[in-house]
């Protein structure tokens, strides 16, 4: 019965279980993550705004820009020529009013205005490469969530797949138990045994029982912070199947994603010094309007016409402030650079740690293995000694609550072994 006991919780750790309709895997869990994760979500929609943003980068440097300008100017002199209020060009020298050069009087305006950006492509380049980087950066963000999301799904995976193989071989333990208890009350009838260890045995079954409950209870909350996880309903589910954690090394053939994290940041400092130096640019603009444009109401029919002109701006002295800033930005790229070598350490370091860990697990496995065949073969002699009267149900007992510790053992080192190959593939990437 031990052996039997022993095979069917190897199976459970390493077998393949026979999938039902109700079943949920691993992959499920993590694509719904996938799917459903706010974050992600907002992050695709910022990515198509960084998208439109180059439209609008283009239409507001390269297009031409049209508009419709109106204007009704009131500038009246009082005490003109014994007139309390008087509207003219030609005011008298001790009339009160605006100086007639600045305002004529009045004006009156009515324009379409058309202006356009020359020679200014070198600073769209710059914009558009600003906003580029500024989408990669989301697109990393993204990623670096989705990757976040990734490990703790399947961290709570694993966790709650170890509470089902700890039902799993409770529930085999009990129905050895109850076994036992049957031959026990055999043995009572025929004065083999005594009544005191039919109802020892009696209440170590009601013990596992409700240690049952509590772990299927845990099993269940766990279960449903997954669901709660991926952002689907919570429903039922028939059994979780074994995890699938193989060790990735696809980062070995690219850059780690520190690497094209400080590659971006770099370029994202790069791009905003080059949009901030576009103001030392020449500016070229060539304008024109026509329309209504006239001082005096009294030919206001003739004042109908057009202008055009070009308008260029050439910065001289800004006090420093461009040096300033490259200066500034060459020390946030060294401060990248220092977090970039640091990374690279830590990097290394962790990686050798999680072998290490790995190795020595597996080295405690197989020693674990060994003792737990002993353990078994000491269990199957004590159950012929419990047939025949010779042990104790107390002996019994202890002898199967050691083997219980073996097994729960060799199941966390099952365990531990994920949880190090997922922190594994966690940071390296």
């Not at 039902?167 to 085999?172: G, K, L, R, V």
């Not at 845990?218 to 039922?236: E, K, R, Y």
């Amino acid at each position: 019965m031990a052996k039997n006991l022993l095979m069917t919780c190897v199976f459970v750790c390493f077998g393949q279980l026979v999938l039902s309709q109700d079943n949920a895997s691993l992959d499920v869990f993590l694509d719904a993550a996938m799917r459903n994760a706010p974050g992600v979500k907002v992050n695709d929609n910022l990515e198509q705004i960084g998208r439109i943003q180059e439209d609008i980068i283009r239409a507001q440097n390269n297009a031409f820009q049209v508009s419709a300008s109106s204007e009704i100017l009131f500038a009246p002199y009082f005490n003109n020529n014994g007139r309390v209020i008087d509207v003219t060009t030609t005011p008298s020298p001790t009339a009160y009013g605006y100086d007639v050069g600045i305002t004529n009087g009045g004006l009156y305006s009515a324009q379409l205005n058309v202006t356009k950006n020359l020679l200014n492509q070198a600073s769209v380049d710059n914009l558009l490469l600003q906003n580029k980087v500024s989408n990669e950066s989301i697109a990393l963000s993204t990623e670096e969530m989705e990757h976040t999301l990734a490990k703790n799904m399947t961290d709570a995976y694993i966790m709650a797949y170890q509470l089902q193989l700890q039902a799993d071989f409770t529930s085999q333990v009990l129905e050895d138990l109850k076994t036992r208890l049957k031959v026990l009350g055999l043995l009572v009838k025929k004065g083999i045994v005594q009544q005191s260890d039919y109802m020892l045995l009696q209440l170590d079954i009601e013990g596992k029982q409700l240690e049952l409950k509590q772990i299927k209870d845990n099993l269940n909350n766990s279960i449903n912070q997954m669901f709660t996880l991926a952002g689907i309903p919570v429903h039922d589910i028939e059994r979780l199947e074994a995890p699938n954690i193989s060790r990735d090394n696809s980062s070995i053939q690219g850059e780690h994603y520190y690497e094209r994290k400080y590659t971006n940041d770099s370029l994202q400092v790069k791009a905003g010094q080059l949009v901030y130096e576009n103001a030392y640019r020449p500016q070229l603009t060539v304008y024109g309007n026509t329309g209504l444009n006239a001082v005096e109401l009294n030919t206001i029919a003739h004042k109908i016409g057009m202008s055009a002109g070009l308008r260029l701006t050439i910065p001289i002295y800004d006090g420093k402030q461009r040096k300033y800033n490259a200066q500034q930005n060459k020390l946030k790229v060294e401060n990248m650079d220092y977090v970039k070598m640091n990374s690279q350490v830590q990097l290394d370091n962790n990686l050798k740690n999680i072998d290490q860990q790995l190795t020595a697990v597996k080295e405690n496995r197989d020693i674990l293995t060994m003792q737990i065949h002993k353990q078994e073969e000491i269990l199957e002699i004590y159950k012929g000694k419990l047939v025949q009267g010779q042990v104790s149900i107390i002996d019994y007992l202890n002898v199967m609550q050691n083997y219980r510790q073996y097994v729960f053992t060799d199941l966390q080192m099952q365990t531990n072994t994920w949880l190090l190959q997922s922190q594994y593939n966690f940071i390296n990437w």
